[in-house]
């Protein structure tokens, strides 16, 4: 099953262009062209990814980002001739995932699509009843969530994304630069120390004792890793 993608943008070039694009890389599309019908569709049709024009007509795209992530964490990747920083933060203040300023290289925004759903998890979720289990700790891919000990864990969609990252690289360690670039995406407002607190409220949520955790662990000078093995890991 193909990756559903709505573009929402009122030049029709531009929604000719990506629909194009898309469907030629295997995905299915949905067009509208102005901030109402393409809210309607976001809605109603439940797709996988949203490309959101901001200035519109009928509703610009903050409103329609905000409306959506009442109910939905669907991934948005916002399109707009503007560049000013401003504009930027209140995006993802409003819960965009990614951000691209026109006119833009289609193979660069393609590349923003596939990692936006691979970071969402979309080609997991589609393989009904993926999970992985560790011990007492169960990653529902399908759900999009974590149990311990057959409790619901209460994380955010960031910290639920570092997890499920980390758990499917079989023990491999990434850099705090690496899982920036994988898990929070191609721009982002902050530094690595970001990617230090994320790490330290997941420990604080799924570990027996954070302070020697089981799970995500550090290797000390290089970075991150998710194992299995009990009792190795340190929490700095």
Same mark, same amino acid.
């Given at each position: 099953?193909?990756?559903? =993608?709505?573009? =929402?943008?009122?030049?029709?070039?531009? !929604?000719?262009?990506?629909? &194009?694009?898309?469907?030629?890389? @295997?995905?299915? %599309?949905?067009?509208?062209?102005?901030?109402?019908? @393409?809210?309607?569709?976001?809605? @109603?049709?439940?797709?996988?990814?949203?490309?959101?024009?901001?200035?519109?007509?009928?509703? *610009?795209? &903050?409103?329609?980002?905000?409306?959506?992530?009442?109910?939905?964490?669907?991934?948005?990747?916002?399109?707009?001739?503007?560049?000013?920083?401003?504009?930027?933060?209140?995006?993802?203040?409003? @819960?965009?995932? *990614?951000?691209?300023?026109?006119?833009?290289?289609?193979?660069?925004?393609?590349?923003?699509?596939?990692?936006?759903?691979?970071?969402?998890?979309?080609?997991?979720?589609?393989?009904?009843?993926?999970?992985?289990?560790?011990?007492?700790?169960?990653?529902? +891919? *399908?759900?999009?969530? !974590?149990?311990?000990?057959?409790?619901?864990? *209460?994380?955010?969609?960031?910290?639920?994304?570092?997890?499920?990252? +980390?758990?499917?690289?079989?023990?491999?360690?990434?850099?705090?630069?690496?899982?920036?670039?994988?898990?929070?995406?191609?721009?982002?407002?902050?530094?690595?120390?970001?990617?230090?607190? %994320?790490?330290?409220? +997941?420990?604080?949520?799924?570990?027996?004792?954070?302070?020697?955790?089981?799970?995500? +662990?550090?290797?000390?000078?290089?970075?991150?890793?998710? %194992?299995?093995?009990?009792?190795?890991? %340190?929490?700095?």
């Amino acid at each position: 099953m193909s990756a559903k =993608i709505l573009v =929402i943008d009122d030049e029709t070039k531009i !929604v000719d262009i990506l629909s &194009y694009n898309l469907k030629r890389e @295997g995905y299915e %599309t949905l067009t509208a062209h102005d901030g109402e019908a @393409g809210l309607k569709l976001a809605l @109603g049709e439940n797709p996988d990814l949203i490309l959101l024009d901001i200035m519109m007509p009928k509703m *610009d795209g &903050y409103e329609v980002c905000k409306r959506v992530r009442e109910v939905s964490q669907v991934p948005i990747i916002m399109l707009t001739a503007r560049a000013d920083e401003t504009d930027k933060v209140l995006s993802f203040d409003l @819960g965009a995932d *990614d951000y691209v300023v026109k006119p833009f290289g289609m193979r660069e925004l393609l590349k923003r699509v596939m990692a936006n759903l691979r970071r969402s998890g979309v080609e997991s979720k589609k393989e009904v009843g993926k999970q992985l289990v560790f011990g007492e700790l169960v990653i529902d +891919l *399908d759900l999009y969530e !974590v149990k311990r000990g057959g409790e619901v864990v *209460d994380l955010t969609r960031r910290e639920f994304e570092v997890v499920r990252f +980390l758990a499917t690289q079989n023990n491999q360690v990434f850099s705090r630069e690496m899982l920036l670039k994988e898990v929070w995406g191609f721009e982002f407002f902050g530094d690595v120390r970001t990617v230090d607190v %994320t790490i330290r409220r +997941l420990r604080t949520k799924l570990e027996p004792s954070p302070e020697v955790p089981t799970y995500v +662990l550090t290797k000390r000078g290089v970075g991150y890793h998710f %194992t299995a093995e009990y009792g190795t890991g %340190t929490a700095q």
